[in-house]
């Protein structure tokens, strides 16, 4: 079964640092996510892409955040300047369609910020 | 803005006992998903509700979505250690964006 992959699983950094994490979708699917939880906490949406562009975005995705879809197969989210309190899982999720279409998540990327 | 809340917080129960998850929207939904993460794992999906009064059902498992689209509840039967977890609720209120509950930690005792 196609799945959502996502790289590296963990990634320790200084804060002040850049991180990219990296995300290969399923291949038909047009619609793509990022996600974030806090440890213990829920998901939280940070951004949707489709047609390489953004089409929505929460108050968490702010000017430090970017996402590119550099190539045919893979999903970027930036962070340029770490700060501490961005230690969390991120979760990469597509989907055929937008809005109401399953969403399928990626197993996530446990970012530390120390 | 649209929020998305999910009670219980918390869920202990026996193993075989019976239990239900509530979450309710702040707005109308155009739809509801519902998605269970193990821990230490990624939500996995579990079902999509899209109409009013909609009810659906996986072995053990019932999914409803209120008749207003603004509130839905998942009730799981003969509860098995398999069902621990972490039971979220997202709600599709505008375009391209989910919100999520907070979430109902469910811990089974045999």
């Known amino acids: 079964e196609p799945e959502v992959t996502q790289t590296p699983s963990h990634q320790v950094t200084q804060m002040g640092q850049e991180v990219i994490l990296r995300c290969v979708p399923i291949?038909?699917?047009?619609?793509f996510y990022w996600y974030r939880q806090i440890l213990g906490q829920k998901v939280e949406f940070l951004v949707s892409?489709?047609?390489?562009?953004?089409?929505?975005k929460s108050e968490i995705f702010d000017d430090q955040f970017s996402v590119e879809r550099p190539d045919g197969s893979n999903f970027t989210l930036k962070i340029r300047s770490t700060k501490l309190e961005d230690s969390a899982m991120y979760f990469c999720a597509s989907s055929v369609r937008q809005g109401g279409e399953t969403q399928y998540f990626g197993p996530g990327t446990r970012l530390l910020v120390l | 803005g649209q929020q998305v809340m999910q009670i219980p917080q918390y869920q202990h129960v026996q193993e075989g006992e019976d239990f239900t998850t509530y979450c309710n929207s702040s707005t109308t939904l155009s739809n509801i998903q519902w998605y269970k993460q193990r821990p230490g794992g990624h939500p996995v999906f579990l079902i999509q509700l899209v109409k009013s009064g909609e009810v659906k059902k996986q072995k053990r498992l019932t999914f409803q979505f209120g008749e207003a689209k603004k509130n839905s509840s998942l009730h799981i039967t003969a509860t098995q250690t398999t069902d621990v977890g972490t039971y979220f609720c997202?709600?599709?209120?505008?375009?391209?964006?989910?919100?999520f509950g907070a979430g109902t930690q469910v811990v089974v005792t045999p």
């Open positions: 291949s038909n699917h047009l619609y």
């Open positions: 892409f489709y047609n390489n562009e953004i089409s929505e």
């Open positions: 997202a709600g599709a209120g505008s375009w391209g964006k989910f919100q």
